[in-house]
């Protein structure tokens, strides 16, 4: 079993920044994928950025050069710096993760090819 714990959401005006943690537990060997995703009242589920376990990363139009995902292996967690915030990054942070043994595992911004979620993290934007 694998747990995913965020931490790290609150409310910024538009122009601020936060850092959004996720810690990993239980079964965690092996190659992995993690991403984080968000939604917004009314909205689709959407992939923000994801990183792989050799450090390949990959991130939605949006987060592009403002939001940086980064991991560290020895404490477990993946963590999302969040820059120059914009009332439209208002949403429900998750966190997600997906292990596999003996196959190399991609990036990837799809909600279906992970297995584990957090419960999520509120990032409240205000113009």
């Known amino acids: 079993q694998v747990q995913l714990v965020e931490s790290g959401g609150g409310s910024v005006q538009s122009g601020g920044s936060l850092r959004l943690s996720c810690e990993a537990s239980?079964?965690?060997?092996?190659?992995?994928?993690m991403a984080w995703f968000r939604q917004a009242p009314g909205k689709e589920r959407e992939g923000v950025a994801s990183?792989?376990?050799?450090?390949?990363?990959a991130y939605a139009d949006a987060a592009k050069d403002r939001f940086t995902i980064s991991q560290d292996n020895a404490k477990r967690t993946l963590y999302l710096q969040l820059n120059t915030l914009k009332p439209e990054d208002t949403a429900m942070y998750y966190c997600?993760?997906?292990?596999?043994?003996?196959?190399?595992?991609?990036?990837?911004?799809?909600?279906?090819?992970?297995?584990?979620w957090g419960q999520g993290t509120q990032v409240t934007v205000s113009s």
């Open positions: 997600a993760a997906s292990y596999a043994r003996g196959v190399f595992v991609f990036t990837s911004l799809n909600a279906q090819r992970y297995a584990h």
């Open positions: 990183i792989n376990s050799v450090g390949s990363t």
């Open positions: 239980g079964a965690t060997d092996g190659q992995y994928r």
